[in-house]
Nanobody, 124 residues
């Protein structure tokens, strides 16, 4: 069965950090570009960042530049989103997505697989 399984969300105070994981099963993430998206209540889905299969192309939304980073562990078939200096406006459901090929897709169209989402709440 093809799946992306996310974990690591939760409640954190402003200025804190969280590390989200996105683990693939049924396919090999090494052959896919990865995107992270988020959707806050009452707002449209927002592209947070993406990275191409080979890492040669990346995109970071202005709102997260310098605070969020992405990495891969091909041996674990997992991608990570490290979120630092979190702000209340980062509160949202976060989704990972995979697109087959060496692409960094800024928007949500043309992704093959999506995770179930994990809630991140930044509040004091």
């Amino acid at each position: 069965q093809v799946q992306l399984v996310e974990s690591g969300g939760g409640l954190v105070q402003p200025g804190g950090s969280l590390r989200l994981s996105c683990a693939a099963s049924g396919f090999t993430l090494d052959y896919y570009g990865i995107g992270w998206f988020r959707q806050a209540p009452g707002k449209e889905r927002e592209g947070v960042l993406c990275i191409s299969r080979g890492g040669g192309r990346t995109y970071f939304a202005d709102s997260v530049k310098g605070r969020f980073t992405i990495s891969r562990d091909n041996g674990k078939n997992t991608v990570y989103l490290q979120m630092n200096s979190l702000k209340p406006e980062d509160t949202a459901v976060y989704y990972c997505a995979a697109t087959r090929g060496d692409y960094c897709l800024r928007y949500g169209s043309n992704y093959n697989y999506w995770g179930q989402g994990t809630q991140v709440t930044v509040s004091s």
